[in-house]
């Protein structure tokens, strides 16, 4: 079946490093992505979304892009800072009455040193 | 605005019994989803309910059921629990109209089956 993962398990950076999490996924008929940050003892935190019919949108601090051509999706923080410091999970949609159903990642941990 | 909340926030459970987890999505919204995760399958898609209708499905057991109410508040009931049940479970909520698709994530109830 569809499924979405991810490339790296773990990503280790410097404050106010650039942090680049990338996600691959396999439904050529998803329309929505999500990226969530999830903290430790809490529930996933919404951080930002993009529709298939764009390629790049941008946030306070994050951009998220997506290459359709090879499945691709990233997410991008900019002067990471140690308070980023989670798990990142991308989630793929397939759309029309599915909008309630997230196809989800494994989740990259992204540790932010001082 | 209130959060999507979720009760009881911690659970412990003998096998064989059965559980249910209540969910209370942000007014407003009528689309509730409910996941399932664990540490070596991740986030999991168990269904979603809008307008007190099942409309989306994943791939677990009959023994997960669940239901939505007038109020769009909602539960999901365990049966027959067994070891390999113990997770995160997580209720997300979404106002699921016009292109706002987002899904709002609860803190989760912790299950453990001993």
């Known amino acids: 079946g569809e499924s979405v993962g991810l490339h790296l398990p773990t990503l280790s950076v410097q404050e106010g490093d650039n942090s680049i999490i990338n996600c691959a996924y396999s439904?050529?008929?998803?329309?929505?992505f999500i990226w969530y940050k999830q903290e430790s003892g809490k529930g996933p935190q919404f951080i930002i979304d993009i529709r298939s019919n764009m390629d790049k949108r941008q946030g306070q601090r994050v951009t998220v892009l997506l290459n359709k051509t090879v499945k691709h999706l990233s997410l991008q923080i900019a002067a990471t800072q140690p308070g980023d410091s989670a798990v990142y999970f991308c989630?793929?949609?397939?759309?029309?009455?599915?909008?309630?159903?997230?196809?989800f990642g494994q989740g990259t941990i992204l540790t932010v040193h001082p | 605005k209130a959060g999507v909340t979720q009760t009881p926030r911690y659970l412990i459970k003998t096998r064989g019994q059965q559980v249910t987890l209540s969910c209370s999505p942000i007014?407003?919204?009528?689309?509730v989803s409910w996941y399932q995760q664990t540490p070596g399958q991740g986030l999991q898609f168990l269904f979603e309910y809008f307008s007190e209708t099942q409309r989306n499905k994943g791939n677990f057991p009959g023994r997960f059921s669940g239901r939505q109410f007038s109020n769009s508040r909602s539960e999901m009931n365990v049966s027959t629990l067994e070891l390999g049940d113990s997770a995160l479970y997580l209720c997300a909520s979404s106002l699921l109209g016009g292109t706002n698709y987002e899904q709002y994530f609860g803190p989760g109830t912790r299950l453990t089956v001993t």
């Open positions: 989630a793929e949609n397939a759309g029309g009455t599915s909008y309630g159903k997230l196809t």
């Open positions: 007014s407003g919204h009528r689309s």
């Open positions: 439904n050529s008929a998803s329309d929505y």
